[in-house]
């Protein structure tokens, strides 16, 4: 074989993967993230980046929670549905087809603050190594 490779085996991938790392400084510690308690149920969170930031408070809520809460003071007509729209804000919107591709914002419902940086979500991004 012209290229080497023993038996005609595939050696897509593979460089370097009997190299040794030979590092001189050993990577920072990650900081700890203490567990967290959603403050609507109580419960804990265990994916904190999926978390949201309370409704009052800065402290975090499991996202079906703050989906439930924003939801429970809306009335919905048959083809409208509570959807998250990002940016910490959630929405009625109403279906054009039964596909459910095509659809309005009816109301938007602001969950949290815009712009404001949450402690535990500077935690969360420093551990991720953002």
């Given at each position: 074989?012209?290229?080497?490779?023993?038996?005609?085996?595939?050696?897509?991938?593979?460089r370097?993967?009997?190299?040794?790392?030979?590092?001189?400084?050993?990577?920072?510690?990650?900081?700890?993230?203490?567990?967290?308690?959603?403050?609507?149920?109580?419960?804990?969170?265990?994916?904190?980046?999926?978390?949201?930031?309370?409704?009052?408070?800065?402290?975090?809520?499991?996202?079906?929670?703050?989906l439930?809460?924003?939801?429970?003071?809306?009335?919905?007509?048959?083809?409208?549905?509570?959807?998250?729209?990002?940016?910490?804000?959630?929405?009625?919107?109403?279906?054009?087809?039964?596909?459910?591709?095509?659809?309005?914002?009816?109301?938007?419902?602001?969950?949290?603050?815009?712009?404001?940086?949450?402690?535990?979500?500077?935690?969360?991004?420093?551990?991720?190594?953002?």
């Open positions: 074989m012209a290229d080497g490779n023993k038996d005609s085996r595939r050696r897509f991938g593979r370097g993967r009997d190299k040794v790392d030979h590092r001189e400084e050993p990577r920072p510690p990650r900081p700890e993230t203490p567990p967290m308690e959603c403050s609507i149920c109580g419960k804990q969170i265990f994916d904190l980046s999926s978390a949201m930031s309370g409704r009052e408070g800065s402290a975090p809520v499991h996202f079906d929670c703050a439930t809460q924003a939801s429970e003071g809306e009335r919905l007509e048959p083809n409208e549905k509570i959807t998250y729209i990002g940016r910490g804000a959630f929405a009625v919107v109403e279906f054009r087809d039964r596909s459910m591709t095509s659809f309005i914002v009816k109301r938007r419902i602001q969950w949290e603050r815009e712009g404001e940086k949450l402690d535990w979500r500077k935690t969360l991004q420093q551990r991720v190594g953002l």
